[in-house]
């Protein structure tokens, strides 16, 4: 079957690429969505590969614009803060918000690409082609040739977006015509999803917060599903001694967990099989130049730039890039080869933003969130949230209770830092001054 040459072709119907078939067809574009796997609607999902996703203020806002936030809330636990496990002791919670009410929302990954896959099929001119993996791609004529069961498929497009996904087949065809660079930093991380069920019928642990066990150069999360069980991931080095391939026999496994995660054990009775058959993922940040190619050709979400997981800004960034290619597509008044490249534009430096803030949240969840000196500093910023409403707001509030541009929440932060710097230490001038002066009156 050959597609019709005026369709918009969408590689991969993933979240992002589901939401931009939905965002598309509303503009009145015949969109053709086409995907690798058969439909996820039909199937299981693959073992230890769902990383529950937190659903914040940037994804939410898309999904408004389209009438599907609510549909989504219905399954989505809010949490509203981190619960943090240490060796040994009690738990400590730790609010995301000054105010203790703001909420980042737990959600399968699974269920959320399905509700959007539902949502696309029912919009008149969306096409969807399942079981159909792009082998080739001709840039300048938007001519695509995808293997499927039957055999190799020849279809045509006028504009081809990929979003498949940090190995996107679309970025690999213009790579292969020379057309765009890549770079991938792999973290020497990987990660594995072990399952914590529900007891005695309710949640084994508070299902308001998102659960951490910071060990220093390693860690585990854990967040709450809906069926009262919580999805945990292990985020541990590749290697080494402290490393996943460190732990073999069932008896090793135990041992390791009864000395670093002594609470999880007793909840979690089906740890060692977990752990011994669900995979070890590959963490990494993809970045690409340029993300589009003549106005036809184009890269939107972690085909563009996948980033590590350790902000939940993965898909609220990949959906706040479809918001901006629709605004693109407005102030362009529908011209591709005008919009394409204008949402490079605005998109390229707040992707490079978010990357970095993600590894530095990894450094944070694992080691800091931990120590006095951390839990201090937090105290000391919701203070000055309190005392200066509106004007200082923490970088935490920034990316998951707003919408403002990610480069410009660093930005922003950065100042915010300047300013509380100089104040501690005309603080700390002043206190000096004081004491002196109280040493030459006694003197």
């Known amino acids: 079957m050959t597609g019709e040459r005026d369709e918009i072709a969408v590689v991969g119907a993933g979240l992002a690429g589901c939401l931009l078939a939905c965002f598309l067809a509303r503009r009145g574009h015949p969109v053709a969505l086409y995907e690798r796997r058969p439909d996820p609607r039909s199937g299981t999902p693959e073992r230890g590969r769902s990383i529950n996703l937190a659903l914040s203020e940037r994804g939410l806002d898309a999904l408004r614009r389209i009438g599907l936030a609510e549909q989504v809330m219905a399954d989505a636990l809010p949490m509203r803060g981190r619960m943090i496990h240490p060796v040994g002791g009690p738990t400590g919670f730790q609010p995301y918000s000054v105010s203790g009410d703001r909420a980042i929302?737990?959600?399968?990954?699974?269920?959320?690409?399905?509700?959007l896959l539902a949502a696309a099929a029912k919009l008149p001119g969306v096409r969807i082609a399942f079981e159909h993996r792009l082998v080739g791609l001709d840039p300048a004529t938007g001519a695509m040739t995808f293997q499927t069961p039957q055999g190799l498929v020849t279809e045509s497009a006028r504009v081809v977006l990929g979003t498949d996904g940090a190995g996107s087949a679309v970025r690999g065809q213009l790579l292969a015509h020379g057309l765009v660079t890549e770079s991938v930093d792999f973290l020497d991380y990987g990660y594995k999803e072990l399952t914590i069920p529900p007891l005695d019928g309710d949640f084994a642990l508070d299902p308001g917060a998102l659960h951490i066990?910071?060990?220093?150069t390693s860690m585990m999360i854990a967040l709450p599903n809906p069926d009262r069980s919580f999805t945990c991931t292990l985020f541990w080095p590749t290697h080494g001694t402290a490393g996943f391939a460190s732990l073999g026999s069932p008896a090793a496994i135990e041992r390791h967990f009864a000395q670093h995660y002594p609470d999880l054990p007793p909840i979690a009775p089906n740890l060692v099989d977990d752990y011994q058959h669900n995979p070890v993922?590959?963490?990494?940040?993809?970045?690409?130049?340029?993300?589009?190619?003549?106005?036809?050709?184009?890269?939107?979400?972690?085909?563009?730039?996948?980033?590590?997981?350790?902000?939940?800004?993965?898909?609220?960034?990949a959906f706040e890039d479809v918001v901006e290619?629709?605004?693109?597509?407005?102030?362009?008044?529908?011209?591709?080869?005008?919009?394409?490249?204008?949402?490079?534009?605005?998109?390229?430096?707040?992707?490079?933003?978010?990357?970095?803030m993600a590894l530095a949240n990894f450094v944070e969840m694992r080691d800091k969130v931990a120590s006095p000196v951390f839990r201090a500093r937090k105290q000391v910023e919701h203070a000055l949230e309190r005392a200066l409403p509106g004007r200082y707001v923490s970088q935490y509030e920034l990316v998951s209770f707003s919408t403002v541009p990610y480069a410009q929440v660093r930005r922003r932060v950065r100042r915010q830092y300047q300013v509380v710097g100089l104040a501690a230490a005309g603080l700390a001038a002043v206190v000096g001054a004081a004491v002196a002066l109280g040493f030459r009156r006694r003197g």
Do not use: K, M
């Open 213 to 216: 066990w910071p060990r220093g």
């Open 105 to 115: 929302n737990s959600i399968s990954r699974g269920a959320l690409n399905n509700a």
């Open 281 to 317: 993922g590959v963490l990494g940040t993809v970045r690409c130049d340029p993300w589009q190619v003549d106005g036809r050709v184009a890269l939107l979400g972690d085909a563009a730039h996948a980033i590590v997981p350790f902000y939940g800004q993965g898909a609220n960034c």
């Open 325 to 356: 290619l629709d605004r693109c597509l407005d102030e362009c008044a529908g011209d591709w080869s005008a919009a394409l490249p204008l949402f490079q534009h605005r998109r390229q430096d707040n992707a490079e933003a978010i990357a970095r």
